[in-house]
Every structure is written in structure tokens, then in C-alpha cells.
């Protein structure tokens, strides 16, 4: 379902788009779609985390910019018990919410704040657990926190500790990523006395480098900086999404100096942005993967050897020339190549329509006709899913298969794949959120993601047990066993077509100092100046 915003400021975001005060700075993201909402527990796409996960909000980890490594954020110190089954984090002192036109705080950051953001979504019976009709906490159950953590205690104002049922080893990793930001439970209790709980959804108080100030459907968000942030003050004074879905759109307003930094350039483009002398092009490999997620509860894709047919007959390399031109690479695995525990020794369905044809007239499929999804935006996995749904539907026609390629809009897009009844298969993907391989394996294909992350709806008790078993194993090497050992039980059963791997390529304005690319896919700009 689509969130609708009950509010609407036109006026004064054209206003700052086209104008802004002459003393100001006013940095320009054009970027690539709409956020679904602004309480990034509720979501999981990247898009919506880049406008409220990051500017708006902070966490009690942070990632340590350029990186996967997670460094104290809202909590300036922690302790961790001998079994690793106690967490005892320090707060900050001192840390601010921010001040906006619709909340005044009367207090700073506490641990009232922490436990109320996690507690929400890990307790079936807590009042805010449904404050949005259908809210799934997505990534909080497909992660299994709500087995996970056995109690949350406020040890004092500034202290809390967490218990774990068991240990696991990417917990504070976790902790770091978007959907653990930390809301402000004073602007709750508030919304919750006047009747308007869904507004912390729409008009979002956090305590991270810039604070909301409107938002117009699918045209542009605003933001101000932070001056009290407890990171330090941005250096740019109004931050503004224009909301651009076109990649070829995006690029023109790049060059025309319309915006200072796009996501997602098409393929086709980036030579020109690389021999355009205003322009600056950052790449790197990208952590992440995309992927065709059968739905493995339905016939005949609920056969290992119907959709191994399905995936001989993906020409991969077609797509990644046709999508990425050099800039992406088939993909066997779902974890990324250059993540630890990588499997090379699986082996990929290769492409072969004579084999495919075979094999499903042997599993008794004839005359199937079945749906691709295609996403209606670019993302860093997927450039243009819709020519990629293309290519597979023609590479399917090739072997009896008639393929109907359909859509929605983003956020109804995301909303109506996680079904467990959907009809079709969904093209989707991943940028990695922590660094860790639990956040691939478990997250998208565990049993807990089913009717959430786990778009393939498949829940494989040996491919369960090891992933479970790797989370509570503090030593790498046996994780990367049991990581590999995933990784080929997926391989055999098959509940995704692996697309591809792509590199991460992000172009800006020559003048744009301080952008740090983020390995996790992220676009933050709390860092960012513009030059003189």
C-alpha cells in the first residue's frame, strides 16, 4: 500500500530549489525514486533509507564512513558479557532532537528513546507495533530479532543493556544499519495525545545532521542542517532531494548544474560523464546482487529442477552487456565475490536452451506461462529491469515459456512482491548492509524473511540450521565453513536465478568536496561542501 502524506509544501521547496537565501549552500541529490515513508524501521530499500535513515537519523553504531566497520555512534562506549550474550551500551550525553516547526523537544536524547525505537518492533502487543496499518517491521523479523533479544533494560538515563536468548556475532554490525535508528519516544507520546501517531511516519524527528522540512510526493524533500548535531554541524546549510526517476533525466540536470550528485547513471552514459570536465566519477565493486526470486511455495516453482531448467535458460551475460555494458558480472552465488565466505567452488547453471527445454518436458512442465516483475526504477544492481525482463522473456520463448513482464510503482512494487501468494517471479537485488554474509544469507533467504525479505518465499531446513548455527559462532573460519556450505545447498535447490554483481558508480559535480561512496551503497552527505 502506498503511504499517502497528508501535508503538502510546494511552494516553499521550489522556493529553496530554484532560489535559497544567498548566504546559504544548498546541496542538490537528484535522486532515483520516492521514499515509501520516513521511519526507516518499516522499510528496507535503499532508497527510502537515503532520505531518512541517514540525513535524519542516528543510531547507537554507526558505520565508519568508506566502510563495514561499525564504530560508536549514539553510544559513545559498550561492554559485551564473556558469553556474548549481554550488551551494555553507554549513551552519549547531551545529544539533541531536532527542533522543527511542528516539535519543540524538552529533553535530550535518553534511553527511554533506544528502547522505545527497538521494543516497537520486536513486540507483537506493543502499542506502536501496528501505529501504521499493515507495519511488518521487515527487517527486524527477518532477522529474528524478536527471538533474538530477551530483554532491553534501562540501567539509567544513559545506560541500557540488552540480553540476547543467544549470541550473534553481527549483532553490533546490526545495530548500525538503518532500520535501528533511533526515534524520539517525547514526539510519540505527543503524536499518540493529539490522535496523530501516523505523522511520525511523515513528519520525522530524529537527532542525526539534518532535520525534515517538507516533502512533495515524487517531486522533492527538504531538509536543513543540524547545527546541535553531535557529529558536528554540516557544512552545507539545506540539503534537497529532487526526486528524478530517469537516469538520463538525472544526468542532464548533473551537467546542467541542476543538481550536484546523481545515483544510478545508465551504462550508456558514463564515458561521457568521465570525459565531461565538470564532472568528478567515483566506482567501486559493489557489494551486492540481483536476483530472479521465484515463488517456491507455488507449481511448479515449488520443483528445485523446474527452476534450474528456468535458470539454464537466463542469458546473463546478454543482460550484463545489454544493462551494465562491462560495468556488472554474471552472479552464481547471492553473496558478492568480494565478501568473506564467498564460495567458488559452487557451479553456475549455465546457459544452454537445450538443456533447459529437456529438463522441464522431464519434470512434466509444457506450456507454461508464468509473470517476470520488473522494477520500475534503477537501482545499483539492476540499471534497467525492465530490459533485463525483456531479454529473460525472450531467452524463456525460446523453450515454451511464455513470459508477461509487469510493474508497479515502487513502493507498492516492494509491498505486493512480499506476498507468500504472489503470482510470478520478482526481479530484485541487494547492497549489503553491514558487511556481514548473515545479512545476504539469513536476511533474504532465511526461513524468518518469509512473507518479508525472502521474496523467493523458501524455507529450507538445511539451509536454515547452518545460518542460524553461523550467527552464534564467534570464529570466522567456522562461519565461513557454514557460509560456504549455504552457499552450495542454495545453489542445488535454487530458489533464485543470480543475475549479476555490478560496480558501484556515483558522478558529481566537480566542485562537490567531501562525498565519502559507501561500500553499503548508501548516499549520505552530512560530510559534503561545495566548493567556492
Known amino acids: 500500500m502506498k503511504t499517502k502524506f497528508a501535508f503538502a509544501a510546494a511552494a516553499l521547496l521550489a522556493a529553496t530549489f530554484l532560489s535559497g537565501a544567498a548566504s546559504a549552500k544548498t546541496f542538490v541529490y537528484c535522486s532515483e525514486g520516492s521514499p515509501e515513508g520516513f521511519d526507516p524501521g518499516m522499510y528496507t530499500a535503499g532508497t527510502t533509507f537515503d532520505a531518512s535513515a541517514h540525513p535524519i537519523y542516528s543510531r547507537l553504531m554507526e558505520f565508519t564512513p568508506g566502510t563495514t566497520e561499525a564504530e560508536p555512534g549514539l553510544a559513545e562506549s559498550y561492554e559485551v558479557n564473556a558469553d556474548g550474550t549481554e550488551y551494555t551500551f553507554k549513551l552519549r550525553s547531551g545529544v539533541k532532537f531536532h527542533t522543527t516547526e511542528f516539535f519543540t523537544p524538552s529533553r535530550d536524547l535518553n534511553a527511554d528513546d ?39 533494560e534501562k540501567v ?103 543538481c550536484h550528485l546523481m545515483p544510478f547513471p545508465n551504462a550508456a552514459d558514463v564515458e561521457a560523464m568521465k570525459n565531461d570536465p565538470a564532472l568528478t566519477v567515483m566506482e567501486q565493486e559493489g557489494l551486492n546482487v540481483a536476483y530472479l526470486a521465484y515463488n517456491t511455495t507455488q507449481a511448479p516453482f515449488d520443483k528445485p529442477e523446474v527452476r534450474k531448467a528456468l535458470n539454464k ?52 512442465v509444457t506450456g507454461l506461462s508464468m509473470k517476470i516483475w520488473a522494477m520500475p526504477v534503477s537501482r545499483p544492481y539492476m540499471l534497467n529491469a525492465r530490459r533485463a525482463a525483456e531479454i529473460m522473456q525472450d531467452d524463456f ?34 547492497t549489503g548492509d553491514n558487511g556481514d554474509p548473515d545479512n545476504f544469507l539469513d536476511t533474504l533467504l532465511g526461513c524468518d524473511g518469509v512473507g518479508g525479505n525472502n521474496r523467493a518465499q523458501w524455507c529450507n531446513e538445511e539451509f536454515d540450521a547452518l545460518v542460524k548455527k553461523a550467527k552464534v559462532t564467534s570464529d570466522q573460519a567456522e562461519r565461513t565453513k557454514l557460509y560456504e556450505e549455504a552457499q552450495t545447498v542454495f545453489k542445488r535447490e535454487a530458489p533464485w536465478a543470480t543475475i549479476d554483481h555490478s560496480l558501484a558508480v556515483v558522478p558529481m559535480r566537480k566542485e562537490v568536496t567531501g562525498f565519502v561512496q559507501s561500500p553499503l551503497g548508501d548516499f549520505t552527505f552530512e560530510n559534503v561542501d561545495i566548493a567556492e
Not at 116 to 142: C, M, T
Open 313 to 364: 535458460a537466463i542469458n546473463k551475460e546478454a543482460i550484463v552487456d545489454a544493462v551494465f555494458q562491462g560495468m556488472a558480472t554474471p552472479a552464481k552465488n547471492p553473496i558478492p565475490p568480494t565478501m568473506w565466505s564467498y564460495n567458488e567452488a559452487t557451479q553456475d547453471d549455465a546457459y544452454d536452451l537445450d538443456a533447459a527445454k529437456k529438463e522441464l518436458e522431464a519434470a512434466g
Open 397 to 430: 520463448s525460446k523453450i515454451g515459456v511464455n513470459v508477461e513482464i509487469v510493474s508497479y510503482e515502487w513502493a507498492e512494487y516492494l509491498d505486493r512482491s512480499k506476498a507468500k501468494d504472489r503470482d510470478g517471479a520478482v526481479m530484485l537485488g541487494w
Open 156 to 258: 539509567d538515563d544513559l545506560t541500557i543493556k540488552i540480553t540476547l536468548n543467544r549470541p550473534e556475532a553481527p549483532f553490533i554490525a546490526n545495530l548500525a544499519m538503518p532500520f535501528a535508528s533511533i526515534v524520539s519516544k517525547e514526539y510519540a507520546d505527543k503524536l499518540d495525545a493529539e490522535g496523530k501517531r501516523e505523522q511520525l511516519n511523515q513528519m520525522p524527528v530524529g537527532t542525526g545532521p539534518f532535520s525534515f522540512v517538507a516533502y512533495q510526493q515524487d517531486a522533492a524533500i527538504r531538509f536543513k542542517k543540524n547545527a546541535d548535531y553531535w557529529g558536528g554541524a554540516p557544512k552545507i546549510d539545506d540539503l534537497v532531494f529532487a526526486i528524478t526517476t530517469d537516469a538520463a533525466v538525472r544526468f542532464q540536470k548533473l551537467k546542467a548544474g541542476e
Open 114 to 152: 533506544v528502547i522505545f525505537s527497538l521494543e516497537r518492533q520486536i513486540k507483537a502487543d506493543h502499542p506502536w507495533n501496528q501505529y501504521v496499518a499493515g507495519s511488518a517491521w521487515e527487517y527486524a523479523s527477518s532477522m529474528g530479532f524478536p527471538d533474538l533479544i530477551k530483554s532491553m
